[in-house]
């Protein structure tokens, strides 16, 4: 059974920094396309960042674009979303996402097969 827990969310001022990480268990991430989302309450499901299989490509959605970097260490089993200058309106659950076989890391939600439960960042102004 394939489990990512997400960890290295919580409250920080803005223009702090976070680093979250995502585990893997139960698969390698090795050959799998990785993401990272984010919920609001009250918004729709977003696209933060993906990163491919491989590790040479990524995307970001355009309100992290400059600020946030998604990197994967996959003798770790490990992808990680160093979150930085952060406003109170990146304030959300943040979930990792693993897409199997190849993945590219895209920034469709319906391309993954496996969710983590999520982790909270909270931005104080």
């Known amino acids: 059974q394939v489990q990512l827990v997400e960890s290295g969310g919580g409250l920080v001022q803005a223009g702090g920094s976070l680093r979250l990480s995502c585990a893997a268990s139960g698969r390698t991430v090795s050959g799998s396309g990785m993401g990272w989302f984010r919920q609001a309450p009250g918004k729709e499901r977003e696209f933060v960042a993906g990163i491919n299989w491989s590790g040479d490509s990524r995307s970001y959605g355009d309100s992290v674009k400059g600020r946030f970097i998604i990197s994967r260490d996959d003798a770790k089993n490990t992808v990680y979303l160093q979150m930085n200058s952060l406003k109170p309106e990146d304030t959300a659950v943040y979930y990792c996402?693993?897409?199997?076989?190849w993945g590219m890391g895209d920034s469709r939600p319906i391309l993954y097969d496996y969710w983590g439960q999520g982790t909270q960042v909270t931005v104080s102004s």
């Open positions: 996402a693993l897409d199997q076989d």
